[in-house]
C-alpha cells in the first residue's frame, strides 16, 4: 500500500464448529454487520467485488472492495478498491474434526486525526479480536451457517 504508514493486524479466534460452517459462514459477506462492530451494510456486486457502508468514530464510508483470493476452507482476501485503504486475509485452520482456528490479518493506513490516534491506541486491534469473538458466538449459537458460497477466486498473477 503505498502512501501514508501502514498498520498491521492480526488476530485469531478458536471456533468450535467444522471448517466448512466457518469458512461458509464467512463468506456470507451480508451477513458481517450482525456481528462486526460498525459494519452497517455489505452488499455483494457480484463474484468479487463488495460494496461496505461502515461507521467509524461517528463518520460514515462507503467504499467498494475486491476479493483477489478465495479458496474454499481455507483463505479469503480482498483490497480495497476506493475509499479507506486496507487489504486483508482471513484463514481456516482445521483444530480438529469440530474446531477451527480463525485468523485475520489486515493492513490499513489510517485517514486523519481520529483514525491516527485510534490506531496508535490500538483501538482497531482491539475492535478486530471482538469481531472475531462475536463472529464465535454467532456460528457457535447457530452451529449452521446461514449460506456459502464455494466458488474458487484464483489469485491474480505476477
Known amino acids: 500500500m503505498k502512501g501514508s504508514p501502514v498498520s498491521t493486524i492480526t488476530e485469531s479466534v478458536n471456533v468450535t464448529v467444522p471448517i466448512r460452517v466457518a469458512y461458509d459462514q464467512w463468506t456470507q459477506f451480508e451477513e458481517f454487520p450482525r ?5 452497517e451494510e455489505v452488499r455483494q456486486l457480484d463474484d468479487t467485488r463488495l460494496h461496505w457502508t461502515v461507521r467509524i468514530a461517528g463518520v460514515t464510508r462507503e467504499f467498494d472492495a475486491r ?14 478498491l476506493e475509499g479507506p ?11 480438529d474434526d469440530d474446531t477451527t482456528r ?3 490479518q489486515m493492513e490499513f ?16 486491534n ?9 463472529f464465535k458466538t454467532f456460528i457457535e449459537a447457530r452451529g449452521v ?10 489469485r491474480p498473477g505476477p
Open 67 to 80: 476479493i483477489t483470493e478465495q479458496l474454499p476452507d481455507e483463505r479469503v482476501a480482498w483490497t480495497s
Open 145 to 154: 451457517q446461514t449460506g456459502g458460497w464455494r466458488g474458487q477466486v484464483d
Open 109 to 124: 493506513a489510517p485517514e486523519g486525526l481520529v483514525e491516527k490516534a485510534g490506531d496508535r491506541i490500538g483501538a482497531l
Open 102 to 104: 480463525v485468523t485475520a
Open 35 to 39: 456481528f462486526m462492530e460498525g459494519v
Open 126 to 134: 482491539r475492535r478486530v479480536k471482538t469481531d472475531l469473538q462475536r
Open 85 to 95: 485503504r486496507h487489504a486483508g486475509v482471513v484463514t481456516f485452520h482445521r483444530l
